[in-house]
T-cell receptor
Framework: QKEVEQNSGPLSVPEGAIASLNCTYS??????FFWYRQYSGKSPELIMS????GDKEDGRFTAQLNKASQYVSLLIRDSQPSDSATYLC??????????FGAGTRLFVKA | DTGVSQNPRHKITKRGQNVTFRCDPI?????LYWYRQTLGQGPEFLTY????????KSRLLSDRFSAERPKGSFSTLEIQRTEQGDSAMYLC???????????FGSGTQLSVL
C-alpha cells in the first residue's frame, strides 16, 4: 500500500463547477497535511495546509481532513481554466519527511 | 527574488559521467530538502539538512549520490557514474524551523543518454 494515495485522473470539470480532489494516507500518526499545485513543467507550489479535523477555507479553496478515516480532500469552487494542473496531496508524520502522492490531474473546460 | 534557486535548469549527460546540482534556499530557512520526481509521479524524498547537518537519507539514495550543505547555506547534490534510470527532475525545497511548508525551486531536469 502506498503511503499517500490519490486518483491519478484526469478529472475534468466545466468552468464554474466545483472540483473535488481526494487523498488517503496510511500512517495514522500523520500530523500535517498539504495540497500543492503543479503546472506542467513547473515545480510544486503550496496552496493549502491543514492540521486538525474539519474544514479550512481560503478563497475558492477548501481543505477537509478526517483523521479517523485517514482522508484529506480539496474542493475548488468556481473552477477556472487556470486551475488546470496536477494537485499533489502531501503528508507529514511529525518529522521532517513530507510524503507526496502521485497527484491528480485536473482539467477545467472553458 | 528571494525564492529557492536551483541551477542548472537542465543537464544532459552521457551515462557514466558525474553531475552536480546546486540549490540556494530562501535565506532565512534552515531546513533544506532534495526530492526527485519522474513523469506522472509525485516528488520522492531523497535527503534532508537542518543547517549543515544531513539528518536523513532515503534508501533511494544509492552510494552514487552524495549531498552536502557546507556552512548551512547552499547545497549540492552530486550523482556519480550516472545511469539512465537517474533521468528525472531533481527538486530542492526549503522551510523555516519546524514549519513543514515546503518552498520548491524550479528544479534541475537531468537527462542521461
Amino acid at each position: 500500500q502506498k503511503e499517500v494515495e490519490q486518483n491519478s485522473g484526469p478529472l475534468s470539470v466545466p468552468e464554474g463547477a466545483i472540483a473535488s480532489l481526494n487523498c488517503t494516507y496510511s500512517d495514522r500518526g500523520s500530523q500535517s497535511f498539504f495540497w500543492y499545485r503543479q503546472y506542467s513543467g513547473k515545480s510544486p507550489e503550496l496552496i493549502m495546509s491543514i492540521y486538525s479535523n474539519g474544514d479550512k477555507e481560503d478563497g475558492r479553496f477548501t481543505a477537509q481532513l478526517n483523521k479517523a478515516s485517514q482522508y484529506v480532500s480539496l474542493l475548488i469552487r468556481d473552477s477556472q481554466p487556470s486551475d488546470s494542473a496536477t494537485y499533489l496531496c502531501a503528508v507529514n508524520t511529525g518529522g521532517f519527511k513530507t510524503i507526496f502522492g502521485a497527484g491528480t490531474r485536473l482539467f477545467v473546460k472553458a | 527574488d528571494t525564492g529557492v534557486s536551483q541551477n542548472p535548469r537542465h543537464k544532459i549527460t552521457k551515462r557514466g559521467q558525474n553531475v552536480t546540482f546546486r540549490c540556494d534556499p530562501i535565506s532565512e530557512h534552515n531546513r533544506l530538502y532534495w526530492y526527485r520526481q519522474t513523469l506522472g509521479q509525485g516528488p520522492e524524498f531523497l535527503t534532508y539538512f537542518q543547517n549543515e547537518a544531513q539528518l536523513e537519507k532515503s534508501r533511494l539514495l544509492s552510494d552514487r549520490f552524495s549531498a552536502e550543505r557546507p556552512k548551512g547555506s547552499f547545497s549540492t547534490l552530486e550523482i556519480q557514474r550516472t545511469e539512465q534510470g537517474d533521468s528525472a527532475m531533481y527538486l530542492c525545497a526549503s522551510s523555516r524551523g519546524s514549519n513543514e511548508k515546503l518552498f520548491f525551486g524550479s528544479g534541475t531536469q537531468l537527462s542521461v543518454l
